[in-house]
Nanobody, 123 residues
């Protein structure tokens, strides 16, 4: 069954904002660390941000530090990625993932994946 469901993608102008959501099953939300990855056309899927199961620790790639914020709402079993000051190079399909290793940049450390949501930033 579907364990992670992303939403919130869309088309936005450079400098704008979007908030991605990832609704998880309660089992996953309670037991796994969460992460966001993205994949641009013709490129490898890359790590973007991670949030520990406790919600205390966060990790980001350098290119999004200060612009993106990962957070969680325990009451809704949902993880968010708030994206501000968006740039055309942020255009990609964004994936939510859940894993037992906090903050890993490796896709192999994440056991569950969402279907992805498209983010397009126009210049």
């Amino acid at each position: 069954q579907v364990q992670l469901v992303e939403s919130g993608g869309g088309l936005v102008q450079a400098g704008g904002s979007l908030r991605l959501s990832c609704a998880a099953s309660e089992r996953i939300f309670s037991n796994y660390h969460m992460g966001w990855f993205r994949q641009a056309p013709g490129k490898e899927r890359e790590f973007v941000a991670a949030l520990s199961r406790s919600g205390i620790l966060t990790r980001y790639i350098d290119s999004v530090k200060g612009r993106f914020t990962i957070s969680r709402d325990n009451a809704k079993n949902t993880v968010y990625l708030q994206m501000n000051s968006l740039k055309p190079e942020d255009t990609a399909v964004y994936y939510c993932a859940a894993g037992l290793v906090y903050g890993s940049w490796s896709r192999e450390d994440y056991q569950y994946w969402g279907q992805g949501t498209q983010v397009t930033v126009s210049s």
